[in-house]
């Protein structure tokens, strides 16, 4: 009797200490002082927003945000997918409305309404990314899965020192004149690259293929991100590059005059939607949620527009007089 008595006794401490040890396991795999954010490199760079947001952020919540670097938005999405049992992030900065039908139906995501979004948000931008085939038709259950904190139309930017001519249309660019002058980005990596090639399929639709192949000889290269593309272009590598209608205001805030134009096409622009989003999993789920309110908030929108080179989505945000270029 003693020995059976002994023996429940030590079996019931190793059965309370595995407990007490996997329960503390699990705690620590909870975190509470440090938030994981998945972005892209021009958005977490030196002189990019994502710095001064961090700073603002745990200045206000004591929040330690860490940034990993993907790359681009598509290499976002990927990386998250790839986790999607066991997700590290626990937000997405970099998400757009060409990329939000795939990150919507992969499960990945986790739905949250920040605090007064529907009064400084339009409802426009929160329904082209979170109801990709019909935002007219909004629902309450899939509003708020992706959040919206930029938005600007691709453009062709054109450096006017160049000997080229301006191209008026996309179907320019297929000139022989621009043998060689075009920098694009890699569509599998970019959200820019992807952009426009959502760009050539709305002008052209099935007959996308055979105005890629035409503007073959055109493309100098297709660059991994935005960020690598840019930089060639400003380094006079090319004439043009593809970018935004709001990238000129940059070179014109900081005193380089305005040799680099967005030029406005015959054919109409398309739009990119940026936004953020919390994983589905996430370690740090209330970390996340408070930066999300954050995010949209008046104070770190503000940044947006002398970092990020976007339109802020906060509508209230007031513009620099450089954004007078933009369209």
């Not at 757009?96 to 931008?125: C, F, H, M, R, T």
């Not at 503007?215 to 297709?222: A, D, E, K, R, V």
């Not at 272009?233 to 990238?247: C, K, M, R």
């Not at 940059?250 to 990119?272: N, P, W």
Request: proline share 6%; charged share 20%; hydrophobic share 40%.
């Amino acid at each position: 009797m003693k020995k059976s008595s002994v023996s429940l006794l030590i079996s019931f401490i190793f059965i309370l200490v595995c407990s007490c040890f996997f329960s503390a396991c699990k705690k620590t795999d909870v975190r509470t002082n440090e938030l994981v954010i998945y972005s892209y490199d021009s958005f977490i760079g030196e002189w990019g927003p994502g710095p001064e947001l961090a700073r603002l952020f745990e200045e206000k919540t004591g929040i330690k945000v860490i940034y990993a670097d993907c790359g681009d938005g598509v290499q976002i999405l990927s990386k998250a997918l790839f986790e999607k049992k066991d997700p590290y992030a626990d937000v997405l900065i970099g998400l757009d409305n060409n990329l939000s039908k795939q990150a919507l139906s992969s499960g990945i995501l986790y739905a949250y309404k920040p605090a007064n979004i529907d009064e400084v948000i339009d409802n426009a931008l929160i329904d082209e990314l979170n109801n990709p085939d019909a935002p007219s038709k909004r629902t309450a259950a899939n509003n708020y899965y992706l959040i919206p904190y930029d938005y600007s139309k691709f453009a062709m930017i054109y450096n006017t020192q160049s000997k080229v001519p301006a191209p008026t249309c996309l179907e320019d660019l297929t000139k022989s004149i621009y043998e060689k002058k075009i920098i694009l980005m890699d569509p599998k990596t970019s959200t820019p690259g992807l952009g426009f090639d959502v760009w050539v399929k709305t002008v052209y639709g099935d007959k996308y293929d055979d105005y890629m192949k035409r503007l073959q000889p055109s493309i100098l290269t297709m660059a991994p991100g935005w960020s690598v593309g840019y930089g060639m272009f400003t380094n006079g590598e090319a004439p043009l590059v593809i970018s935004y209608t709001t990238s000129p205001a940059y070179h014109i805030e900081y005193g380089e005059g305005d040799q680099f134009v967005a030029l406005k096409f015959t054919d109409g622009h398309v739009q990119q939607i940026e936004g953020a989003a919390i994983v589905k999993g996430a370690k740090n789920l209330s970390g996340a949620k408070a930066f999300m309110d954050f995010f949209i908030s008046e104070e770190a929108q503000s940044v947006i527009p002398l970092t990020q080179w976007m339109f802020p989505a906060n509508k209230k945000v007031v513009l620099p007089e450089s954004y007078k270029v933009a369209f």
